[in-house]
């Protein structure tokens, strides 16, 4: 007999009744009936019940066990009676009559339990991740994580697509967040940069010959925590192909995403194919370029409505520049008086005068806006935004960015309030043609808006002759259930192209030679149009476990401080590491006291 176990916890069927079985696992719970002692053992497969009366000789060793020792007991396997038979666990139907145990490694006072469910506290969690790990949910959670990788895997290697790895140790990128340095000892005052992501490297994969590339990708960026993003590093589904369309690479993609969110999202249901949606049209009707398409509310551009209108406040703002989006409330209209109250308090906070609200009911359009409109305007603003009497209308008046990002908020509050988002369905959507170039209130001069080595739409000639601001990109991003998977492009792959949109930009060539020109020489000696995209692992296998924070799914996070708590990093060096790296620190001045 093996020297640990015979069978995993989750193996014991009926049909093994009268065998001798061993098992090896935690100590998951005790229960003491007096002259009954049982023990539900478990280990990663499940949990299977051990019993032991109190006249056996090692009675005293078991009893004397404590929670989370890990344990080998062997016996008998016996029938359950009827009326302990438990239907939720596989193993339900019988127990183990211990005969012989022993204890592998004995646990001390735990700081906190891994049977049941209760919450904890984010620091007790994160530095006992591996007690925390045990827990059931968050053990399902790291199991569907690693089915996820897997079958992402085949997808794409049966689509053809070759893995690669690429340098985590490379040059700083511009990607848009603090990199991670890593100070060079054979080259003094000189640092290698953590990849923000593989973007370069896989752009020249492509020029070296290969045609489809992917990869598990590991990530890492200095930038603050989010539910939906993990401070330090994360993991991606990087991807890259050769002589391909925009077109191709979502021919590409989407199959790949279906089939493992088919997969593994149980009750659920998967729409496909995914919706495209136009950046602009994005903006208008949702109020953002992630819109959750589980929630019916659309927006609308109401602003000409409130043209010379009679109510000043709107009318003032549109001749400025500001526009009008409605934001529909669907059978709000019997809402108390509270509900808008309580919008217009949370716009407030947000930075905004207010939320405007009609109310209609009973056949009558209400509140302060509809008394200084009249019933041609109201009757436009109902056609125009889709609402009927019993409904509510929100406005949000602003300059066009700030209106759309308000009224974004607002609709998913209220969709939320008024519970009329789709369930137990997820609903992904292509969101296209970004702009490629903004500008920058703050630096006062035109940017790159979201990807700077995409291709624009029209190549040279439209960067030659049109409007920065008016020009597209082929840049991508998927969407589901509000939440941003991934963003992709088709790349830029000419050098005479990659300069005049970094000179918009207001970068000098002999600046993008300088930071780009490993993959502009690569461009110069034959470079195939390619393009790509990145789904974020760790956000897919967040949506599939229902799991609202994205600590929830990854083994070993770091607390909201960027912290491991567990093997207390950050932490300081000895002095001696810092002279072979030719460092010296200089810590911060104290903040004066108030």
């Known amino acids: 007999m093996h020297s640990y176990r015979t069978h995993t916890c989750a193996e014991l069927r009926e049909t093994n009744v009268g065998e001798t079985a061993r098992l090896s696992g935690w100590v998951h719970r005790k229960r003491d009936h007096g002259n009954l002692l049982f023990i539900d053992l478990r280990d990663h497969y499940g949990i299977t019940q051990c019993v032991i009366e109190n006249d056996v000789d090692i009675f005293p060793e078991v009893e004397a066990v404590r929670a989370e020792s890990v344990i080998t007991v062997t016996g008998t396997v016996v029938a359950r009676s009827q009326e302990t038979i438990n239907p939720n666990l596989p193993t339900g139907m019988v127990e183990l009559d211990i005969k012989e145990f022993e204890l592998q490694s004995a646990a001390d006072d735990l700081p906190m339990p891994v049977f049941g469910e209760q919450e904890y506290p984010e620091e007790i969690r994160l530095r006992h991740r591996y007690l925390d790990l045990r827990r059931e949910r968050l053990h399902n959670n790291i199991v569907l994580r690693s089915q996820v990788i897997a079958e992402l895997r085949n997808s794409m290697q049966q689509q053809g697509f070759m893995e690669f790895q690429t340098p985590i140790l490379t040059a700083s990128s511009p990607e848009g967040a603090r990199d991670f340095l890593v100070p060079s000892r054979m080259h003094p005052g000189q640092f290698y940069a953590l990849p923000q992501a593989p973007q370069q490297f896989k752009q020249l994969v492509m020029m070296s010959g290969f045609d489809r590339y992917f990869q598990i990708a590991p990530c890492f960026r200095d930038e603050d925590a989010r539910a939906d993003r993990s401070p330090g590093e994360f993991y991606q589904l990087d991807i890259e192909m050769a002589y391909v369309t925009q077109d191709d690479v979502f021919d590409a993609v989407e199959p790949v995403l279906t089939n493992v969110f088919q997969k593994f999202a149980g009750d659920r249901k998967v729409v496909t194919p995914f919706e495209r949606i136009p950046f602009d049209e994005a903006m208008l009707k949702y109020g953002s370029d992630k819109p959750d398409l589980r929630n019916p509310i659309l927006l609308s551009d109401v602003t000409e409505i409130f043209r010379g209108s009679g109510f000043g406040l709107f009318a003032k703002a549109v001749e400025s520049g500001s526009v009008v989006r409605a934001i529909p409330a669907p059978g709000a209209g019997d809402r ?32 302060p806006i509809a008394k200084n409109l009249d019933d041609d305007r109201i009757q436009k603003i109902k056609d125009t935004a889709g609402v009927a009497d019993g409904d509510g209308i929100f406005f949000a008046c602003d300059k066009e960015l700030k209106a759309a990002e308000l009224a974004g908020k607002a609709r998913n509050i209220i969709g939320e309030d008024l519970d009329i988002f789709e369930k137990d369905v997820f609903k992904f959507c292509w969101v296209i043609d970004f702009p490629m170039f903004e500008y920058d209130e703050k630096e006062k001069k035109i940017d790159f808006s979201h990807n700077p080595f995409s291709m624009p739409q029209g190549g040279l000639e439209a960067l030659e002759t049109m409007d920065p601001l008016d020009i597209k990109g082929y840049q991508y991003d998927i969407v589901c259930n509000g939440i941003e998977l991934s963003s992709g492009a088709i790349r830029n792959h000419r050098p005479d192209i990659m300069v005049k949109a970094f000179e918009i930009a207001g970068y000098d060539a002999s600046v993008v030679e300088e930071r780009f020109g490993g993959m502009l020489n690569a461009f110069r000696y034959g470079a195939p149009p390619h393009g790509g995209i990145a789904p974020g692992v760790d956000r897919i296998v967040m949506l599939l476990a229902n799991e609202p924070n994205i600590r929830e799914v990854i083994l070993f996070p770091m607390n909201q401080q960027a912290q491991d708590l567990m093997m207390q990093a950050p932490a300081p060096v000895p002095a001696k590491n810092l002279r072979e790296l030719h460092i010296r620190t200089v810590m911060p001045e104290p903040k004066p006291q108030d």
Do not use: V
Not at 343 to 355: H, T, V, Y
């Open 336 to 367: 108390a008086r509270s509900f808008f109250d309580k919008m217009n308090d949370w716009a407030r906070k947000e930075g905004a005068g207010g939320l405007g609200y009609i109310i209609f009911k009973d056949g009558e359009a209400k509140g």
